[in-house]
């Protein structure tokens, strides 16, 4: 397959456009989001009462974003198939795309390593049936150059986290084949095989691969967050069966077994089998995870993996940690609220026809 190069050229000039640059932060966080606004597709810094700091014009739908707060940057990746990534600084101004290999495309998501000075992007290497990690050059003067792979240690890598040492990277593969002649049509679904592999960030050596049970082979592992105690918190798609009611929610610890999570039956009943995102509020001690088809937001105690409570908000997707305790939750339908675990709510933003948020919505630490 050729990689249209037109569009990527419509890119690069695109990021010649100069929307402004980063308003001074107020002293509260910043977050990252795409969206679509005005038939316009965007990434977006915001800060916590919804306000626009940066806004980044993209030529296509946008997923999640990898974050570099050390040096004030950030990498927005196309939604899958990916064929256009833009490296852009929070304060403004600089802008560069990364062009994609040919073969390859990206799935939405990366993570910074090795002190910033590399990029990790989930990949398909689409031809060869398999999950990569692209190593892309973020170093000073290293133009965004793909300097290598490693491979992902299984099919369909979604998400990839650093995990707390800063030397292993944790890798969400949903076990799903798929090839963009084909759009996001699903060509294994009898073969599945999700797991969680950690990767060394330094060599790509596969230093553990965890699965789950032989009949979950259709429960695809998708979306990743860390606790404060060091375990990986995932949320799952379940390709099977509409009817099948099997666990979405679920952590591991480095050398154990992974566990799941039902929680009550009506609110598992009320995922649809689909969870858009995960994310921990700002002690680590609770686990939000969303389900935009089901209209919910379910929050988990990292401790015990009891479910704490919900919130309901129509096409709920994006989470985030606030600043202090609880969450920002935004909408495809363009509302955003706060909430929490013990069931408060307030509006940020309030629907609108004019914003659609997407999936992830991604704070921006200090």
Same mark, same amino acid.
Request: net charge neutral; proline share 6%; with cysteine.
């Given at each position: 397959?050729?990689?249209?190069?037109?569009?990527?050229?419509? $890119?690069?000039?695109?990021?010649?456009?100069?929307?402004?640059?980063?308003?001074?932060?107020?002293?509260?966080?910043?977050?990252?989001?795409?969206?679509?606004?005005?038939?316009?597709?965007?990434?977006?810094?915001?800060?916590?009462?919804?306000?626009?700091?940066?806004?980044?014009?993209?030529?296509?739908?946008?997923?999640?974003?990898?974050?570099?707060?050390?040096?004030?940057?950030?990498?927005?990746?196309?939604?899958?198939?990916?064929?256009?990534?833009?490296?852009?600084?929070?304060?403004?101004?600089?802008?560069?795309?990364?062009?994609?290999?040919?073969?390859?495309?990206?799935?939405?998501?990366?993570?910074?390593?090795?002190?910033?000075?590399?990029?990790?992007?989930?990949?398909?290497?689409?031809?060869?049936?398999?999950?990569?990690?692209?190593?892309?050059?973020?170093?000073?003067?290293?133009?965004?150059?793909?300097?290598?792979?490693?491979?992902?240690?299984?099919?369909?890598?979604?998400?990839?986290?650093?995990?707390?040492?800063?030397?292993?990277?944790?890798?969400?593969?949903?076990?799903?084949?798929?090839?963009?002649?084909?759009?996001?049509?699903?060509?294994?679904?009898?073969?599945?095989?999700?797991?969680?592999?950690?990767?060394?960030?330094?060599?790509?050596?596969?230093?553990?691969?965890?699965?789950?049970?032989?009949?979950?082979?259709?429960?695809?592992?998708?979306?990743?967050?860390?606790?404060?105690?060091?375990?990986?918190?995932?949320?799952?798609?379940?390709?099977?069966?509409?009817?099948?009611?099997?666990?979405?929610?679920?952590?591991?610890?480095?050398?154990?077994?992974?566990?799941?999570?039902?929680?009550?039956?009506?609110?598992?009943?009320?995922?649809?089998?689909?969870?858009?995102?995960?994310?921990?509020?700002?002690?680590?001690?609770?686990?939000?995870?969303?389900?935009?088809?089901?209209?919910?937001?379910?929050?988990?105690?990292?401790?015990?993996?009891?479910?704490?409570?919900?919130?309901? $908000?129509?096409?709920?997707?994006?989470?985030?940690?606030?600043?202090?305790?609880?969450?920002?939750?935004?909408?495809?339908?363009?509302?955003?609220?706060?909430?929490?675990?013990?069931?408060?709510?307030?509006?940020?933003?309030?629907?609108?026809?004019?914003?659609?948020?997407?999936?992830?919505?991604?704070?921006?630490?200090?």
């Amino acid at each position: 397959m050729v990689i249209d190069r037109r569009r990527f050229l419509s $890119l690069a000039a695109a990021l010649g456009l100069s929307p402004g640059a980063a308003l001074p932060a107020n002293g509260g966080p910043l977050y990252l989001s795409a969206r679509k606004r005005g038939g316009r597709d965007e990434a977006v810094l915001l800060d916590e009462a919804g306000g626009d700091r940066l806004v980044v014009p993209m030529p296509a739908r946008g997923h999640s974003f990898a974050i570099d707060p050390a040096n004030q940057r950030a990498v927005v990746f196309g939604r899958q198939p990916g064929f256009f990534a833009v490296a852009f600084s929070l304060r403004g101004g600089e802008r560069k795309a990364l062009p994609v290999p040919e073969e390859r495309h990206f799935f939405g998501h990366g993570a910074f390593v090795d002190g910033g000075r590399l990029l990790a992007a989930t990949e398909n290497d689409f031809n060869g049936g398999r999950g990569v990690l692209g190593i892309y050059d973020a170093s000073p003067g290293g133009a965004w150059r793909r300097v290598g792979e490693f491979d992902s240690g299984g099919i369909g890598p979604h998400e990839v986290v650093l995990m707390p040492d800063g030397k292993t990277l944790c890798v969400a593969n949903g076990g799903i084949l798929t090839h963009p002649d084909y759009g996001k049509l699903e060509l294994n679904l009898d073969t599945m095989r999700p797991s969680l592999t950690y990767i060394d960030a330094a060599n790509g050596q596969l230093l553990e691969k965890v699965e789950l049970a032989p009949e979950l082979y259709r429960l695809s592992i998708r979306h990743l967050a860390l606790a404060a105690d060091g375990c990986v918190w995932f949320g799952c798609q379940y390709m099977g069966p509409a009817a099948d009611r099997p666990a979405l929610v679920g952590r591991h610890r480095r050398g154990a077994a992974l566990e799941l999570f039902e929680g009550p039956a009506e609110t598992l009943r009320n995922m649809r089998n689909y969870v858009g995102s995960v994310t921990v509020d700002a002690s680590g001690g609770i686990v939000a995870t969303s389900s935009p088809v089901g209209g919910q937001v379910i929050y988990w105690d990292t401790a015990s993996g009891h479910c704490l409570g919900t919130t309901l $908000l129509a096409d709920g997707c994006g989470v985030a940690p606030a600043a202090q305790a609880g969450f920002l939750v935004s909408s495809g339908l363009g509302a955003m609220l706060r909430t929490d675990a013990a069931g408060r709510e307030s509006p940020v933003l309030p629907p609108s026809r004019e914003v659609s948020w997407d999936n992830h919505f991604r704070i921006v630490r200090a």
